[in-house]
Every structure is written in C-alpha cells, then in structure tokens.
C-alpha cells in the first residue's frame, strides 16, 4: 500500500510536476518525482491501490447475446470468489435474457444498480470492468465528468484498438488487477462547453437550407459541458452546403473551416475518425490536441496537432449558409446556429486505462492488429546471381 499526500480526488495536472495523479475513491499513479523536465517514461506509470478496492462497475454492451456469457460468469466471479461489490446499470439487468434467467437471479439481487444522467456513482467505484468493443470504454469515460477510476477493457466488440485484454484468462488478470500490479496509460479527456443563444424568434430557413433571418430578441444563453475521450465532430448536418464555421484558438482567429466541418480529437480519437479523414496517428501520451478538416474545399488544409493546453473556439462564420451540427463522441448531436460557441481545451480529468503489458506495445500491437498498419508484403531477398542481371 502506498500513502499518498494528496487528499483532493481532482487530477491536479494532466502533465504536470505533481508525483502522484488519483483516480476514483482509492486509485493513484505513483510517478518518479526526479524525472529530468518531468518527462516520464510512459511504460514507468503503474496502478497502485491507496486502500484493497472493494467496488467494481462492469459496463456491458446492452443487447449483445454473445456477451451474455462473458458477462454472468465475470459477475458471479467478483462476487462470490473476490467478494465485490457489483453496480451495473440498470438497463442491462431489464435485458429478458438476464431478468429472466432464475439461476442468475440469486446474485443479482446482490447488485447495486443505477441509471445514466440521474444516480451519481463517481464516489462508489473504485474501478471499472467493460465488457464489448470500443464503444464500451467511450461510454464509461461519458459517466464519469469528473475523476474516472482506472479502467480495464475486454475485447469482447469488432475493433477492439482500446480493449487490449482478452477474455480467456479474465480470473488471473483481474486478480492481478485488484492486487494493483498493472501498468496504466492516461488517455486525456477534451472539455468541451456548450453555449448557445435561445431566440424567443427561431430561425427561419428555406427549403434549400438557406438562413433567412435569426430572432432579434434573445431570452437566455444556455450552457452545456461534455467530458470527450475520443472527438468533437462538428459537421454541415443534413444541409448540402459547405460548412462555413471559425476557428479560435487562445481567443485568435487561425482560420474558417469550409468543408464538410471539422475533428477536434484527443490523442486516443486520432485513430478513430480523424484517422479516416486523413490525420496522423499520436499515442496517448503525447499531451495535444488534434484538428482535422472533414474534406476540405482546400488543397491546403492539412491536419494540425496543437499543445494540449489551448483554448479552441468554433463558431459558425457570420456568412455561413446554414447551421452545423456537432457530436461528442458520436453522441448528444445537437444543432448549432448563429451565436452559438464551442468551446474546447484538455481536461483535468484523464481517463486511466489499464494496459495489457504496458502503454508502448499495447499501441503498437493495436496499430498491427486492429488497423493494419504497414502490413504489406515482403520483398524478396536479392541474390549475387540476381543482382548481376
């Protein structure tokens, strides 16, 4: 057990020179306090346990039968062998293939369950088990807006680049877990704010998606904010004119996107779709921001990664056509209109995930077997003979 003298659960820097970043009720990372310039070396950073965790939130991917399984034998395993204490959102226990099963019933009674966006459960958990693809981990960052515990990912989806835990050994590995001998990666979050203008006049746009004129007296603002692991999408919606939205960045304007709209991503989103738009790949480790143009009108604009500790800004341009629509994490798309800001810097609140072996060959082997990357066919070797023709 290691004491640690920070009693704040709040991450105090995402890159900083404090020795110790907490995660949940009990977790932390212990770092070298002596690194030179605080540059540490990512396979260094370790889970450790300030108290034996006692509560686990299992995340399952919600009518998957192939998961049914998985999910039962996992939950029957913490709770009579490890003696946790189980939350799963409600939701799933409402699946028939889980209400209905009498002999799973016994242990489900045992269960603490809660809803999303109405139980907080931020201080109850002291790590996370996600059960599916990717999207199983995008959804656990989404519950947790303030410090999220250390989360560990079985690759039980179709992609599968953030789950580096397979399925087979699950006993050995959670054990191993729970005894706090892990490596861990700290994905940075974007916090992303919502502003938007509420008209007592709505909009008026013809049949083509043209703005015609806004209303002229303004009732409130109202403001949102949003936890992102992987992307803000902001995109010309259904309309099929160009995006017309301006950049800011630390209150400058660096340039109007006029596309398709544009990628905010995270280090961990650069190998989601602002891969497929184009953009480098960045591991998580790097502290920055990515920005990617979705189809340019431009043959010019290229993708840009910019330091994580900036303050992006995207409104819509005071001539553009139509409205844009914007997603976090491919969810709670919403519209945005004239005098509506998107605000957008890195979070104080990393997402830790357990790695399999430890943060540099779990990449690199997703980036073989989930993407491919440089897969191509050996060239044959040249003999003296050969090279004489």
């Known amino acids: 057990m290691i004491e640690t003298s920070i009693s704040s659960r709040r991450t105090q820097s995402l890159h900083g020179p404090s020795p110790v970043t907490t995660f949940g009720p009990k977790a932390c990372m212990l770092q070298n306090p002596h690194a030179v310039m605080h540059i540490q070396d990512p396979a260094s950073q370790r889970l450790t346990w300030n108290k034996p965790p006692k509560s686990v939130l299992v995340i ?3 009518r998957d039968a192939s998961l049914l399984e998985p999910f039962k034998e996992l939950c029957i395993f913490l709770t009579e062998v490890k003696n946790m204490i189980v939350y799963v959102e409600k939701k799933v226990l409402e699946d028939p293939a889980i209400s209905g099963d009498e002999n799973f019933g016994a242990i489900t009674k045992k269960f603490c369950t809660f809803r999303e966006d ?7 958990v002291d790590f996370i088990i996600c059960l599916g693809g990717d999207g199983t981990l995008l959804y656990a960052s989404s519950l947790f807006q303030e410090s999220v ?3 560990m990912a079985f690759h039980l989806g179709s992609l599968g680049f953030l789950t580096p835990f397979k399925f087979d050994t699950y006993q050995s590995q959670v054990t191993q877990i729970i005894e706090g001998n892990a490596a861990i990666v700290l994905r940075s979050r974007l916090v992303v704010r919502v502003l938007k ?5 709505k909009a008026r746009m013809d049949e083509k998606g043209i703005i015609l004129t806004n209303g002229d007296v303004e009732s409130s603002r109202k403001a949102m904010q949003y936890q992102v692991l992987n992307e803000v999408v902001v995109d010309r919606g259904p309309s099929s004119y160009l995006s017309n939205v301006d950049l800011f960045l630390d209150g400058h304007l660096i340039t109007t996107v ?7 991503s995270t280090p961990t989103g650069s190998t989601a779709y602002a891969v497929a738009a184009g953009a480098s790949m960045i591991h998580p480790n790097v502290p920055a921001i990515m920005i990617t143009p979705i189809c340019p009108h431009s043959l010019s604009f290229r993708p840009i990664v910019v330091p994580a500790g900036v303050e992006l800004k995207i409104m ?13 994490d491919g969810r ?12 957008i810097t890195t979070s104080c609140f990393p997402v830790p995930s357990i790695c399999s072996r430890d943060p540099v060959n779990d990449w690199f082997e997703s980036l073989a077997e989930c ?12 003999s003296s003979e050969d090279e004489e023709f």
């Not at 819509?316 to 976090?328: E, G, K, P, Q, Y």
């Open 197 to 201: 203008e509420n008209w007592e006049k």
């Open 60 to 62: 399952k991917k919600i």
């Open 149 to 151: 515990p250390p989360v």
């Open 258 to 264: 006029q596309g398709d709209g544009v990628i905010v």
């Open 316 to 328: 819509l341009s005071r001539d553009a056509r139509n409205t844009a629509w914007v997603s976090f």
């Open 118 to 124: 109405l139980d907080d459960i931020s201080n109850r």
């Open 332 to 343: 709670k798309r919403q519209e945005i209109c004239h005098g509506d800001s998107i605000t």
């Open 371 to 382: 993407l491919h990357w440089n897969v191509r066919k050996k060239q044959n070797y040249l």
